[in-house]
């Protein structure tokens, strides 16, 4: 699957991902009155809302944005309807051929960290048969348990030739209470991001592993440092808009062959509508909102690219 | 909450919980040729029949157990009809008044880890309404992202008087690999530690903090640290029976009030049947060799605990 992702990325050239994460607050006000009017203000209700709200704007990037990422917490607080609104937004964009890299952020010891990895990319066994449960491309996946909580999922990945992202340095404030402890002189960060690329090269596709790493936007040096520590693992890259990323700081997280890192915006490009810069498209039309943003987002990443 | 678990581990005499963690395997035939019978093997069927492993249990237990942590891994590999017996399955030991501790080890940040917060302990908005989704008391929480994490966790725990287990040192033999790690000359785990105590004061119960933390069976020495270091966290601790860890080994994660910790088992108590110990009653009673493997368990640890 990480062949796929470099190959759709190239093809579109567009080292980007879409987070969808929709919060309630961000789908237009006719979408949540139609889905209310059918449903009532129930859980149902809300999850129709926010599966016909993912539905448009796919309908509206599949062809110039290689990759979603939906944030499963967004649908999980709406409970079964909301992991069902998950599954068909999943299922809707392989039908576009999108590839969906579930941010699950799971994590766990042996069998239970198992049975994450075959709930989220692998196949349950039931009696004599073999079933996908949410079925994504890639999962990201929390490393404070250790290799037990990593292990898994490599073999799964090995199996069903998927991939994950594995947090390094999260793109928050507070992240550095303790990824940026110095252990042996050196961050918390850096020993992950050291025992990521040992579990990349145990998973190779073509060029790139199957294995990758979360690091934010908002911190370029420590982007820089890690694009090394793991050469051979696509960075996927939260923090960018919203959240202060800028594109110029991005090029670091990239490897010289243009590749190796994958530029997440959600609420950017969710939400674009609401941004005075996108007001013009009006609430109804908060797909072309979208995208246009994506355009706007890759020119400026690639154009941050083509400087350096 | 936290005075709720507190109250029902003094009154049963009992700091125990059971991990209701029901791998396949661990299912009785008869389970599962019923559930199959009625939905195939489908994750339907697969799902019908750990409901109806777990329920059994549940009836089994619920007059000697204060409470039950269900890990939702094993329930999301089922997809979405595993999620339904996951949430049946907390519905069914409210019903019978059991605490419920949903191990879920979610961690986020910011908006998303409300959402999660929101998705297991609290209250989702929807339109005018506000609606529970899994409604757990308890959910395990995972640190690496630091207070951005947490904080949206505290302010449910505030709001909905539930709780949260932090992980700080897991049971597994690689949870070493960075918990271990020293900084300023001490583990991280004591930091993660330190920082759990801070959390724990911001939300105190009677006695007890809604904020508790996970240590693990295996590592006694570290827990009568961790002990110290967090003395108004209730310890959630994993890793007794099946992964090594003995009641001997356990009275240090207690404090001198008795309390302060509960030790969960969870194949040791679901699949007891399947153990030469309890093999006398048979796969088709296997809810009450659960029974006796809870009796013996509360036992060997109060008896551990009386000695000291």
Redesign the interface.
Known sequence: MINKLVDKIKKQNAPVVVGL?P??KFVPKHL?DAA?KEYG???E??AEAIWQFNKAIIDNIYDIVPAVKP?V??Y?????P???AF?KTVDYCHEKDMVVIGDV?????????E??A???LGK??????E?A??DEDFATV????????INPFLKVCKEEKKGIFI?VK??????????D????GRP?YE??GE?VNEWAMQCMGDDYSYVGAVVGATYPEMGKVLRKVMPKSFILVPGYGAQGGKAEDLVHFFNEDGLGAIVNSSRGIIAAYAKEEYAKFGEANFADASRQAAIDMINDINGALNKR
């Open positions: 994460d919060m309630m949540q209310f203000e129930t859980l209700g809300a944030q917490a967004m999980e607080q709406f409970g079964i909301g992991m069902i599954k952020k799971r994590g766990d010891i042996g069998s239970t960290s049975a994450y075959v709930a989220h349950v066994k039931v009696g004599n048969k079933i449960a949410f929390n490393p404070y348990l250790g290799s037990d909580g947090l999260t793109s928050n404030p507070s992240s550095g209470e303790f990824q402890r110095l252990i042996d918390l020993h992950v025992k």
